[in-house]
Nanobody, 115 residues
Framework: VQLVESGGGLVQPGGSLRLSCAAS????????MSWYRQAPGKERELVAS????????NYADSVKGRFTISRDNAKNAVYLQMNSLKPEDTALYFC?????????WGQGTQVTVSS
């Protein structure tokens, strides 16, 4: 299993970013995919998750209405569109899959929201 995130960067408050996660090594279309984030000194937290077919999504209260998770099962990819970014969204963002009773994580992509 391999997960590779991309798309992070430095953005001003109110700006947008789109994160991508390329997956391989498992049957992508059969599994729930999730985005997590971890800020310095804080625990890793769930940001959003999406069902295997993409028809069901869940979001942390802190990002509802601002972030959108989506997936393309033909491309084995999951995305996180982040709008109206706030300084408190600054964190290392990871995608995750639970495959064969074990969690797999990517290396993360850094998102920094600052003026």
């Amino acid at each position: 299993v391999q997960l590779v995130e991309s798309g992070g960067g430095l953005v001003q408050p109110g700006g947008s970013l789109r994160l991508s996660c390329a997956a391989s090594g498992f049957t992508f279309s059969s599994y729930v995919m999730s985005w997590y984030r971890q800020a310095p000194g804080k625990e890793r937290e769930l940001v959003a998750s999406i069902s295997s077919g993409g028809g069901s999504t869940n979001y942390a209260d802190s990002v509802k209405g601002r972030f959108t998770i989506s997936r393309d099962n033909a491309k084995n990819a999951v995305y996180l569109q982040m709008n109206s970014l706030k300084p408190e969204d600054t964190a290392l963002y990871f995608c995750k899959v639970r495959w064969q009773w074990r969690n797999y994580w990517g290396q993360g992509t850094q998102v920094t929201v600052s003026s």
